[in-house]
């Protein structure tokens, strides 16, 4: 589907079914297009459809990247179509095992939501950002849901802002507050013949619309390429033209980190990391028409695989696994 094709002119189910026949092609990338395709099923209200991709990519956990987040798509669309019971205790699973990715988190806590569960969303938020947050100075871009969440859930609660209320404000970057667009007195346009209204409603759904327009325009991170020692040195074997981009692997790595910090400096938000192999570069080489030894095909390797969904969010907690692969913590190698 292009990206600026209508919603309204999409054929989801057939969308679904050339997704799951790419998946097929390239099963490296098999889990991120399936996600899609279900998506596509639940759009089209195939839901059954699409709780069955889900299950398909559940009956083999250990080769999932990212086994909380399927669960929580499962819960999500078994709660949709009637099946309470079970959403629910999948949900209750995702909780206890405390996944460190924020969007399984988000997923069950919108979905209590969207089911009046507000107490248990409300818990569900609250518990996501104590484990993700905590001892953290500046939240990771893909953590923004979760306070905003928060914030609304604890608008529709009637409770007074906390901490954390106050650092979803300053996430925030509408010129309309949070709290005037998780109001759950807004006056919408529709039961209301007042003009003030009217335009006040107008505006708040403007910045609405623009939020979520930011947050579409960036549907990947903005990735830096990441190559193992091994794959580096098997690269700079075959295409020794490109020693002059990798000098070292220490230095590619530092070179990694210190990009990464200037871009969110710069005030880049949704940075991520993508690693990189031989045959999945000659691969991207081919398709492309050029030689992997051309340089200039290296950010755009990087922006595939992103595209892709091979992209780890950076920064890293600091007491999780530093991203180059040490097994010591992020603050103790390249945190530091």
């Known amino acids: 589907m292009r990206p600026d094709t ?39 209200d195939a839901r059954p459809a699409a709780t069955a991709l889900y299950d398909r990519l559940l009956s083999t956990p250990d080769s999932l990247e990212n086994a909380p987040l399927v669960r929580a798509l499962k819960a999500s669309n078994l709660w949709e179509y009637d099946h309470e019971a079970e959403a629910r205790a999948i949900i209750d699973g995702i909780r206890a095992t405390a996944p460190r ?58 409770l007074p802002h906390d901490d954390w209320d106050a650092r979803a404000d300053t996430l925030h970057s509408s010129s ?35 939020t979520y327009r930011e947050a579409l325009s960036r549907p990947f991170p903005v990735a830096v390429l990441h190559w193992p020692a091994g794959e580096l040195t098997e690269l700079l074997s075959a295409y020794p033209d490109l020693a002059t981009e990798y000098p070292s692997h220490p230095e590619h790595l530092s070179t990694i980190e210190s990009s990464l910090r200037e871009l969110s400096a710069s005030g880049t938000a949704n940075l991520g990391i993508v690693t990189g192999t031989v045959p999945s570069y000659e691969a991207f080489a081919a398709s492309e028409g050029s030689s992997p030894g051309d340089s200039t095909l290296l950010p755009q390797y990087a922006t595939t695989l992103a595209a892709r969904g091979r992209a780890v969010a950076w920064p890293p907690q600091r007491t999780s696994e530093c991203w180059c692969g040490e097994t010591q913590p992020y603050d103790a190698c390249h945190g530091a």
Not at 10 to 24: F, I, P, Q
Not at 111 to 123: G, R, T
């Open 6 to 44: 209508p919603a309204e002119n999409v054929d989801h189910s057939a969308e679904a079914a050339r997704l799951e026949r790419t998946a097929g092609l390239y099963p490296e990338d098999a889990e991120a297009l399936l996600l899609q395709a279900a998506a596509h099923l639940e759009l089209s």
């Open 176 to 210: 309309i507050s949070l709290d005037e667009l998780h109001d759950p007195k807004r006056v919408w346009s529709l039961g209301s013949d007042n003009p003030a209204e009217l335009e006040a409603e107008i505006s708040r759904l403007r910045a609405e619309l623009g």
């Open 101 to 158: 990715d924020p969007a399984p988190w988000v997923i069950v806590a919108e979905s209590l939501e969207s089911h009046d569960e507000l107490e248990a969303a409300h818990d569900t938020f609250t518990e996501a950002a104590t484990l993700l947050l905590t001892d953290v100075a500046e939240p990771p871009y893909a953590t923004h849901p979760v306070l905003i969440g928060r914030h609304r859930v604890r608008r529709m609660l009637g």
